[in-house]
């Protein structure tokens, strides 16, 4: 076996077991997953895709689409997923960017493609949220059968770019042995297994979907239940003979306000999985007062994958990501000297292990400063280890306030904020402060019909809080700006709160 990731993905699976449960759609087996990849390979290669060529991909959720991933593994070629709702201007980076030799797109979005694609040298193809377009067109007429193209671990699988909320979008590389090594690691810790039903609901143009979610659920042999997008009804639809849920925040606090909620609409399920953004303890808390089950939730990132879980047996400790994935090491170093610091110690959490990316596409010297020569990525998040190896987050190193010289970690006043009564959630930011430098502020959601007043916050705050952590501005809005993954944008909020408007 070569180092193809498609190949460990295919190794010893039972071509009439389920892949893909569509709702409203026929099953698709792994039998036919096979063939299905097999033909899309084939017409890449009719298209000029080979080796090392990017394919990038700015198209619906489906099952096609995900055949398209794998047919691009298959092919040896560079899989670069676009967030469905990016403008024209976005991908006008990235295709200049990445140059991919095709893009591929809604059909509706064609003559806009053909466009932006011709000005960076690719080709263009098509295929909608039902599997049609011209990528397969007359797809039945091409062979099923295909030599997989022989991969070594360190060649490139995918580029995921990242946000670029601090400057230009960075192409993360990731290989084979990345994606591999932690699709292994996770089905190992999580206990997949052929019997297991993923619900699916998050977008596929993300780690977490896509590289997380299918190649763990694949690599085991589990069958997908591929739902669209979230929502509520369509979740306590399929979760009816599903075993696995893997989900953002935000699909958990919104089904805990469904009155369906309850211990027997989750009664056939085994896990619940949490990321991309920060799970409130009371929202773990209140999750297993419903149902029972308690929400498993880990931390990872574009460039590295999964980095720490919280374990499937033993304690998946509330406000905390759990220890290293088996592999991986994890550490908290000073920002500054990055000389490890003791056990409860704040500071830059840094990461390595075989999950670690490449590098930043085109990026030597950005790769130099955050990639160091002794494997360990500096990930720009702020957090602790416990003395028994759980890792908790308090905040994204940009998030740091430094007021009157003194450091505040926005992620102990948000905790202390969301404990009170009448608090939804919490997001604090510094905002800039003529004497301080910066000014602790807090934007608050309050419940609704909560009498929640800044003056009754600021006295709780006096009781819990040093001085110079209180909020100097307390601001109540109905809604947190969040990202496609749920993460609170807190760029956006530092940008309301400079406007003369705030």
């Given amino acids: 076996m070569s180092g193809n990731l498609f190949e460990a993905l295919w190794a010893g699976k039972t071509g009439g077991a389920v892949a893909f449960d569509r709702p409203g759609q026929?099953?698709?087996?792994?039998?036919?997953?096979?063939?299905?990849?097999g033909r899309l390979a084939n017409r890449l290669v009719a298209l000029g895709v080979g080796p090392d060529d990017r394919i990038a991909v700015q198209v619906a959720k489906?099952?096609?689409?995900?055949?398209l991933y794998l047919a691009s593994l298959r092919v040896g070629a560079v899989y670069l997923p676009l967030n469905d709702g990016y403008t024209?201007?976005?991908?006008?980076?990235?295709?200049?960017?990445?140059?991919?030799?095709?893009?591929?797109?809604?059909?509706?979005?064609?003559?806009?493609?053909?466009?932006?694609?011709?000005?960076?040298?690719?080709?263009?193809a098509t295929l909608d949220a039902d599997g049609g377009g011209s990528l397969t067109a007359g797809i039945e007429r091409m062979s099923a059968d295909f030599t997989d193209v022989v991969r070594t671990g360190g060649d490139l699988a995918a580029i995921l770019y990242t946000s670029g909320t601090t400057g230009r979008s960075k192409g993360a590389m990731l290989t084979h042995r990345n994606l591999l090594s932690?699709?292994?690691?996770?089905?190992?810790?999580?206990?997949?297994?052929a019997d297991d039903v993923l619900l699916h609901a998050l977008p596929i143009y993300h780690t977490h979907g896509l590289f997380v979610a299918i190649n763990v659920a694949l690599l085991a042999g589990a069958a997908v239940r591929l739902l669209p997008r979230f929502t509520p009804d369509a979740v306590f639809a399929a979760l009816p003979g599903a075993t696995v849920m893997m989900g953002v925040p935000t699909f958990y606090t919104r089904l805990l306000a469904d009155r369906r909620l309850d211990r027997a609409a989750t009664a056939g399920m085994r896990l619940f999985v949490s990321g991309s953004a920060p799970l409130l303890a009371d929202t773990h808390r209140a999750w297993e007062a419903a149902t029972g089950h308690r929400i498993l939730e880990r931390y990872g990132m574009t460039e590295t994958g999964m980095n720490t879980s919280n374990p499937y047996d033993g304690e998946r400790r509330p406000g905390t990501v759990g220890p290293a994935l088996h592999g991986v090491s994890v550490r908290v170093v000073d920002p500054e000297s990055r000389a490890p610091l003791a056990a409860d110690s704040v500071g830059m959490i840094e990461v390595r292990g075989p999950n670690v990316f490449k590098g930043y596409w085109q990026m030597p010297e950005r790769t130099a400063a955050e990639l160091h020569a002794d494997g360990y990525f500096t990930t720009g998040d702020l957090g602790r280890i416990s003395a028994d190896g759980y890792v908790e987050i308090?905040?994204?190193?940009?998030?740091?306030?430094?007021?009157?010289?003194?450091?505040?970690?926005?992620?102990?006043?948000?905790?202390?904020?969301?404990?009170?009564?009448?608090?939804?959630?919490?997001?604090?930011?510094?905002?800039?402060?003529?004497?301080?430098?910066?000014?602790?502020?807090?934007?608050?959601?309050?419940?609704?019909g909560a009498e929640v007043s800044e003056a009754a916050i600021g006295q709780a705050l006096a009781a819990r809080l040093a001085r110079f952590k209180l909020p100097k501005t307390i601001l109540f809005v109905d809604a947190l700006p969040?990202?496609?993954?749920g993460k609170v944008q807190k760029s956006v909020l530092r940008a309301e709160c400079a406007s003369p408007k705030v």
Avoid: C
């Fill in 88 to 124: 024209p201007a976005e991908v006008s980076y990235f295709l200049n960017d990445a140059r991919p030799r095709l893009l591929v797109v809604d059909p509706a979005a064609e003559a806009q493609a053909m466009a932006l694609a011709g000005e960076a040298g690719a080709a263009v």
């Fill in 62 to 67: 489906s099952a096609e689409a995900v055949m």
């Fill in 182 to 193: 932690n699709a292994e690691a996770l089905a190992a810790l999580w206990r997949f297994s």
């Fill in 26 to 37: 026929a099953e698709l087996s792994y039998a036919a997953l096979h063939a299905a990849s």
């Fill in 482 to 485: 969040r990202n496609s993954m």
């Fill in 394 to 448: 308090v905040g994204r190193g940009k998030d740091l306030i430094i007021t009157g010289g003194l450091n505040v970690y926005p992620k102990e006043v948000e905790s202390a904020i969301d404990a009170l009564d009448g608090v939804v959630e919490s997001a604090v930011i510094g905002v800039p402060h003529p004497d301080f430098g910066e000014a602790v502020t807090a934007i608050i959601v309050r419940e609704p």
